[in-house]
């Protein structure tokens, strides 16, 4: 079985904290059946561009020490073997962009196949959720988009106002949310209201449950029913084709119960077969949805 986890911040940990324990390891991604963990390239704690920069490269190196271990950087999902554990670049934050669009060429380059548009800092492209939930992209966020619709990178809009969040779909522009929850079963401004969730799946989107308590629960007593819990409610939505997880391991302080790294994974898998999804559901949800995602929005594919 193919399965994919679209968000961690393992590389930026790495990088701040060298000596930490990491929920995410080689051996631990192979003893979950973890097929491609996807590696943000975060714009850490600071909007300065000088400090993002060397986030951004610090993490970079991580990820360099990781191909020196043998584990393979993909440049598309669909590269994937199953039973091999690889990994891909995603970039969280784009805030490195600074009004050019020509770094988005580099990324692409460099393997990116995601970008959330903002982190919790207004930038160049857009307004965090964090902030204000009504304000839009703006006119350069709106070129980025397309550009990153060009070039095969899916705008991420973790983290992004639903402002933003719609002003991509009237664009025509098909999103993922890479780490992110239902607002309906826990109230929290990086969780997507049912209505955003509609849109996103009407449009061929994708969203990846996140594993943080805070998102999965008002009293934040999460366990692996809890994660089941969003993602059957997603299904329910008309989303059983565009969902699968985005754990956010090594960015939250805390995990549910039962879930405390991917080596969790098959526990996380039997509990959604306690909860009746047949084994063709489950193969969709831990890989096939979001091949199909990236199949989708292929630019190879488009007139």
């Not at 690889?86 to 770094?103: K, M, T, W």
């Not at 106002?161 to 002003?167: A, E, K, N, P």
């Amino acid at each position: 079985m193919l399965l994919f986890d679209t968000h961690a911040d393992t590389l930026y940990t790495r990088f701040q904290r060298p000596q930490a324990d990491f929920d995410i390891t080689p051996d631990r991604l192979r003893q979950g059946g973890v097929t491609v963990q996807t590696m943000a390239l975060f714009v850490g704690g600071s909007p300065e561009l000088k400090r993002v920069d060397e986030t951004f490269a610090g993490a970079l190196k991580e990820g360099a020490q990781w191909e020196a271990q043998g584990i393979r950087r993909l440049d598309d999902y669909r590269d994937c073997t199953e039973g091999e554990v690889a990994f891909i670049y995603s970039v969280e934050g784009c805030d490195l962009l600074d009004n050019s669009l020509a770094l988005l060429s580099a990324w692409r380059g460099m393997g990116v196949r995601m970008a959330a548009l903002t982190w919790n800092y207004e930038n160049c492209v857009g307004v965090p959720a964090i902030m204000d939930q009504d304000a839009g992209l703006k006119p350069f966020g709106k070129e980025a988009a397309r550009e990153m619709a060009r070039l095969g990178i899916a705008p991420d809009t973790s983290h992004l106002s639903q402002r933003g969040f719609y002003d991509l779909l009237d664009m025509g522009i098909v999103p993922l949310a890479s780490h992110s929850c239902c607002g309906a079963l826990c109230c929290h401004f990086r969780n997507l209201t049912d209505h955003q969730l509609k849109a996103l799946f009407q449009a061929g989107g994708y969203v990846g449950i996140n594993f943080c308590p805070e998102f999965l629960r008002q009293d934040r007593e999460a366990d692996l029913d809890s994660v089941c819990d969003h993602v059957i409610h997603v299904m329910e939505l008309g989303g059983a084709g565009h969902v699968g997880f985005g754990s956010d391991f090594d960015g939250i302080d805390a995990k549910p119960q039962g879930l405390s790294g991917p080596q969790d994974f098959p526990a996380l898998l039997n509990a959604l077969r306690r909860r009746g999804l047949s084994e063709e559901e489950i193969a969709d949800v831990a890989g096939r949805n979001l091949l199909a995602y990236y199949d989708r929005i292929d630019p190879r594919t488009k007139g």
